[in-house]
């Protein structure tokens, strides 16, 4: 049986590492989100993410479960919102762009990972047949279904849907805003092509890790995973895929600043 976690003493950790990470106090500030970990292992506030963004610790492989889903459904109600109209994030119409300008749809069936609220399915949606989605967060799921654009919606982690799923293969999957929250690699794009048809296509976003010191992932200032374009690169043909184009992006805004990334479209050998 879980433990009950102490939400006082959460709080209060919490908020004064926040305070003590703005107050630029790294070492005070990694000593109160490790007490923050010890409280609640699952770690809902994205802890171990936060320490490593501020270079200390181990880089965890991915976002922890209990963070990314705390995380939207806290937000879902403003999610596009604060998405497009604060973020400028225009990934889900750069994916159209770039399959209509390459003439790869239509589709027969779409695998939208990390749907959200519906906004790359919404894009999409007259380039497929049918479509899926899934998202660990149950709030977001609930408005992408009010929207009635999936014909199917799960509410999953990305990596154990694909290990798990036993439906009919994909001709189309899509992860737009997913890498940010996975540090490794391997089991996404293994999953993808276990879930792929020969010749479909895996279409995704991701942020730019700068080459520094051969790292091939990293937790960037905002709490967002970046990758090494070599490494994507390295998976890929690794995972059987071909790649189709690697395009500069800015996958949107932070604090004013754009956040520099890529819009990869691969294609499953076979």
């Keep these: ?3 009950k976690i102490d939400e006082d003493a959460l709080a209060e950790a919490y908020n004064r590492a926040l305070a003590l ?19 609640d292992p699952e770690d809902h506030g994205g802890a171990a993410v936060r320490i490593a963004s501020m270079g200390r610790g181990e880089t965890p492989v991915r976002a922890p479960d209990a963070y990314v889903e705390t995380l ?3 937000h879902a109600e403003v999610f596009e919102d604060v998405l497009v109209e604060q973020l400028s994030y225009h990934v889900p119409m750069l994916v159209r762009q770039r399959l209509q300008e390459l003439k790869l749809h239509p589709f027969k069936r779409m695998l ?3 749907c959200g609220t519906g906004l790359t399915g919404g894009t999409l949606r007259d380039l497929c047949e049918e479509m899926t ?12 279904h009010e929207k009635d654009v999936y014909e199917t919606l799960f509410v999953a982690e990305v990596e154990d849907f694909l290990d798990d799923n036993d439906e009919d293969p994909f001709d189309l999957i899509t992860a737009t805003d997913v890498l940010p929250y996975l540090g490794a690699l391997e089991a996404l794009f ?16 991701s942020e730019t890790l700068q080459p520094t010191d051969g790292r091939l992932y ?3 200032p905002h709490q967002r995973f970046l990758h090494a374009e070599a490494y994507i690169r390295d998976r890929l043909t690794a995972t059987g895929f071909d790649l189709v184009e690697m395009t500069e992006i800015n996958v949107r805004m932070q604090e004013g600043q754009p956040s520099p990334g890529h819009l990869v479209i691969a294609r499953l050998a076979g």
């Excluded at 500030?29 to 970990?37: G, I, Q």
């Excluded at 899934?134 to 709030?139: H, K, R």
């Design 218 to 220: 990293a937790v960037g």
């Design 21 to 39: 990470e703005k107050a630029g106090d790294i070492d005070a500030a990694v000593k109160a989100y490790e007490e923050v970990l010890a409280i």
């Design 112 to 114: 939208d990972l990390g």
């Design 1 to 3: 049986m879980a433990k």
């Design 72 to 74: 939207f459904d806290q």
């Design 133 to 144: 989605g899934i998202d660990i967060s149950e709030n977001m799921v609930e408005i992408a």
């Design 190 to 205: 293994f999953g993808a092509a276990e879930n792929l048809t020969p010749g479909g296509l895996f279409v995704f976003s």
